[in-house]
């Protein structure tokens, strides 16, 4: 007959209390870290929103009636680029007539699929072999035209990988600490439980005198005193 498949080993107690801790802060401190950067990142979106945002309404106020009735674009184009000067990322424009003819700027900055409401409208675009942010601004005065703006993310990017670093890597740090500080709390905690596991399993069978119990709670406190009743009703 073929001996039985050994058991699994049964884990220690100390082990299921750093298990029963340990994962659940780890899972609340990573739900709260994806949290934490999703609202940084949408606010740190939205400042480069506003920024675009008053981008594209300068060029559109620069947007007048020509004198052959028509519109033109009152900017220079060296105008155009002290008007779009940015230090570290490059901005692109395009203005559309309502028909959707190019009025003034970059041809292959075309118009994204718009809403029917004439909300500014944000979207990401690939220029140029660059990915942009986009904004398109609908405008009916001096006639109806569209503006778009688009900048490049590099900044943004890296912005928020910095964000992003100097968020996560401290609180690993703490996290870490945290589970050594845990490990040295519950081993100091068990260690009276491991001590009496320690002297019974030690214990000649014919000395029936009480066990020495060490005990920092009340749990084995009561433990180590219901061994030695048992001890006292052998003896």
Do not use: C
Not at 82 to 104: C, K, M
Not at 223 to 228: D, Q, R, Y
């Amino acid at each position: 007959m073929n001996p039985a498949a050994p058991k699994d080993p049964v884990p220690s107690l100390r082990h299921r209390l750093l298990r029963h801790v340990i994962v659940p802060l780890a899972l609340t401190w990573l739900l709260g870290v994806l949290l934490a950067l999703g609202v940084a990142r949408y606010f740190t979106q939205k400042a480069f929103d506003r920024a675009l945002l008053d981008d594209a309404y300068a060029v559109a106020t620069h947007v007048r009636h020509a004198e052959d009735g028509g519109l033109t674009l009152g900017l220079t184009a060296a105008e155009m680029r002290t008007l779009l000067f940015d230090q570290n990322e490059s901005l692109y424009f395009a203005v559309y007539l309502d028909d959707g003819r190019l009025l003034a700027g970059h041809p292959g900055l075309a118009l994204p699929p718009l809403p029917v409401s004439h909300a500014p409208h944000f979207s990401e675009m690939a220029f140029q072999n660059q990915q942009l942010r986009t904004v398109v601004v609908s405008r009916s005065r001096p006639s109806i035209f569209k503006v778009v703006v688009g900048q490049t993310t590099r900044s943004r990017n890296s912005q928020f990988d910095q964000l992003m670093f100097f968020s996560i890597a401290p609180q690993i740090l703490l996290l870490g600490l945290l589970a050594l500080w845990l490990r040295r709390a519950i081993q100091d905690d068990v260690q009276p439980l491991l001590d009496l596991e320690r002297a019974v399993a030690q214990r000649d069978a014919r000395d029936l005198t009480p066990v020495a119990v060490s005990a920092r709670t009340s749990d084995v406190q009561r433990l180590g005193e219901a061994i030695n009743a048992l001890l006292a009703r052998v003896g």
